[in-house]
C-alpha cells in the first residue's frame, strides 16, 4: 500500500518561510507524478504545484512562483515544499497527493489516487 504523510506545518509570520515534508512509501514506482494541493474552509481543493515522479519536471500555480519551490531527496523517500515570502492568504492545510495514472492536468484533484492527511499551514499578518 501507498502512504504518504506529511509534515512541517506551523505558524509563521507573514514573510516568514516553511518546509513541508512529505515521506513517501510503499509501491512508489507506480507513481506518475506527486503534488502539493491547499485547502481552505469552504473552498475547492487548490492544486499549489505537482512534479513528475521520473522526469522531475515541476509545474506551479502562478499564484506561488518564484516563492514555493517543490523538491524530493535522492532516495525518493521524501518530497519537499519550500516555503517564502509567506502571505496570510497561503494559510491552509497542505496535502501531498500522488498519482498513477498519465495525464497532461497535473491540476485535476480528482486524478490523484493518494492523499496524506494534511498539516496546517497559518500565517500570520
Known amino acids: 500500500q501507498v502512504q504518504l504523510v506529511e509534515s512541517g506545518g506551523g505558524l509563521v509570520q507573514a514573510g516568514g518561510s516553511l518546509t513541508l515534508s512529505c515521506k513517501v512509501s510503499?509501491?512508489?514506482?507506480?507513481?506518475?507524478?506527486l503534488a502539493w494541493f491547499r485547502h481552505t474552509p469552504g473552498a475547492e481543493r487548490e492544486f499549489v504545484v505537482a512534479m513528475h515522479w521520473r522526469s522531475v519536471y515541476t509545474y506551479y500555480a502562478d499564484f506561488v512562483k518564484g516563492r514555493f519551490t517543490i523538491s524530493r531527496d535522492n532516495a525518493k523517500t521524501t518530497v519537499y515544499l519550500q516555503m517564502n515570502s509567506l502571505k496570510p492568504e497561503d494559510t491552509a492545510v497542505y496535502y501531498c497527493?500522488?498519482?498513477?495514472?498519465?495525464?497532461?492536468?497535473?491540476?485535476?484533484?480528482?486524478?490523484?489516487?493518494?492523499w496524506g492527511q494534511g498539516t496546517q499551514v497559518t500565517v500570520s499578518s
Open positions: 497527493a500522488a498519482a498513477t495514472g498519465y495525464t497532461t492536468d497535473y491540476t485535476d484533484n480528482s486524478r490523484y489516487d493518494y
Open positions: 510503499g509501491r512508489t514506482f507506480r507513481f506518475d507524478r
